[in-house]
């Protein structure tokens, strides 16, 4: 139980273009996802808090105009990157949680996101 | 505040050797989650182990074994006999009641394990 699913695994988009990643929640329901980045041997940094039928909550130093979160159901969240440039070239990962609060996260496998 | 720190980069062991990964946390909280993931190669992160500050019962799964100590805030894992598919980054994370009771974990740095055959 517990299998979030993440699609693309891998993306190149040129300079300038938008890419959408997609988070899903197999086998249950999700209110809350979470966004996390991760640059090369780094740890997971938060980006946003992604709810169900509301604005997301950015983390400092996110700008939310670039990473566009949309969570419209209970199972689907999707993140945006607008504009790329070189340096949004990063891993991102979403994350779930099932109904309980203080239930751990479950991941997804990840985007690798390269921008040329 | 909370802060995680996993000060060991990278360890390299070879198979069948047993290898402790440390975790140490910092919080003010008297209530939170500690965790442990697994981050593979290929890339996604694999739940391992979730305890709360009121269960200081260390914990044994197969190879894996964690040890919490509330009075040194330490909560570190042990693989016994290594085997090359261990070879991984594992993150330390800790969670509690932020604004809203949200419950967001905050990953340590990671601890790259290489075990060699």
């Known amino acids: 139980g517990a299998v979030v699913s993440q699609h693309p695994s891998r993306v190149i988009c040129k300079s300038g273009t938008s890419v959408k990643i997609e988070c899903r929640s197999l086998d249950f329901q999700a209110t809350t996802m979470f966004w996390y980045r991760q640059f090369p041997k780094q740890s997971l940094m938060l980006m946003a808090t992604s709810n169900e039928g509301s604005k997301a909550t950015y983390e400092q130093g996110v700008e939310k105009d670039k990473f566009l979160i949309n969570h419209a159901s209970l199972t689907l969240s999707t993140l945006t990157v607008t504009s790329a440039h070189p340096e949004d070239s990063s891993f991102y990962i979403c994350?779930?949680?099932?109904?309980?609060?203080?239930?751990?996260?479950?991941f997804g496998n990840g985007t690798r996101l390269t921008v040329t | 505040a909370q802060k995680v720190t996993q000060a060991q980069t990278e360890i390299s062991v070879v198979e069948k050797e047993d290898v402790t990964l440390d975790c140490v946390y910092e919080?003010?909280?008297?209530?939170?989650?500690l965790f442990w993931y697994k981050q593979p190669p290929s890339g996604e992160l694999v739940f391992l182990i979730r305890?709360?500050?009121?269960?200081?019962q260390n914990e044994i799964s197969g190879r894996y074994s964690w040890n919490f100590q509330k009075s040194t805030s330490s909560f570190n894992f042990t693989i016994t006999a290594s085997q090359v598919v261990d070879s991984a980054v594992y993150f330390c994370a800790l969670s509690e009641a932020a604004a809203g009771g949200s419950y967001i974990p905050t990953f340590g740095r990671g601890t790259s394990l290489i075990v060699h055959p």
């Open positions: 919080t003010r909280d008297t209530t939170y989650y």
């Open positions: 994350s779930a949680r099932p109904v309980s609060l203080n239930s751990p996260l479950h």
């Open positions: 305890r709360n500050s009121f269960d200081e």
